[in-house]
């Protein structure tokens, strides 16, 4: 099955900074969604994006759908301790079940 | 409201051995499903259950059987495991057929032997 690329692969920040990740397919998706996983704990959706060129946000946190409908952004504004876990990138084609992308782990350094 | 609920949280079996993981959901959702986690491989579909009384493969089903019990239940079973099959096993349900804004439960992390 297909795999979602996801970029990078983990991040160091310090608290306060800005976060910027992607994800990119060579497969045009209609739906695609951010979910963060705490450690230990199941993936929990953070933000849903319906219509390419669609920039969302939900508290810091905003991702936009790419307009070529092949990829995704998730943006984190002055990250919080809170922010530690891994962020995965699922992307939906029509009558298809979900494609999650290999993660972006992100770690904040006291 | 407990959402998705998964046991047990952690097993340990011999290659061989057989088991069944349970998934239980209280949101009256019609779709469930099974994903496995593998580092850096991402969540992969084992077999999903489209409504009570349907199941379909996923991207990754061999060396594994499912049950839809009712709409509530759904089961994962590995009839001999194996080594490759250690992993972390999330169940999710959903509204929608196609898994959109799925809720995943919190993971059984099985290791094999």
């Known amino acids: 099955g297909q795999q979602l690329n996801q970029s990078p692969q983990s991040m160091f920040i310090q608290e306060g900074e800005d976060v910027s990740m992607n994800c990119t397919s060579s497969s045009i998706f209609n739906t695609w969604l951010w979910y963060k996983q705490d450690p230990g704990e199941g993936p929990v959706l953070l933000i849903a994006?319906?219509?390419?060129?669609e920039l969302t946000s939900n508290g810091r946190l905003t991702a936009q759908f790419g307009i070529t409908r092949k990829d995704s952004f998730l943006n984190i504004s002055a990250s919080i301790p809170s922010d530690v876990g891994i962020y995965f990138c699922a992307g939906q084609r029509s009558n298809e079940k979900l494609t999650f992308g290999t993660g972006t782990r992100l770690t904040i350094i006291p | 409201n407990a959402g998705v609920t998964q046991t047990p949280k952690f097993q340990v079996l011999k290659t061989g051995q057989s088991m069944t993981l349970q998934c239980a959901q209280d949101?009256?959702?019609?779709?469930m499903y099974w994903y496995r986690q593998d580092p850096g491989m991402g969540l992969r579909l084992i077999y999903y259950?489209?409504?009570?009384?349907?199941?379909d493969k996923g991207e990754v089903p061999n060396g594994y059987n499912v049950s839809r019990l009712n709409k509530r239940e759904f089961s994962l079973r590995l009839e001999s495991a194996a080594p490759s099959q250690t992993s972390v096993y999330f169940c999710?349900?959903?509204?929608?057929?196609?898994?959109?804004?799925?809720?995943f439960g919190q993971g059984t992390r099985l290791t094999v032997v």
């Open positions: 999710a349900s959903s509204d929608f057929q196609d898994s959109t804004e799925a809720f």
């Open positions: 949101m009256n959702h019609n779709s």
């Open positions: 994006l319906y219509k390419a060129g």
């Open positions: 259950s489209a409504s009570e009384g349907t199941t």
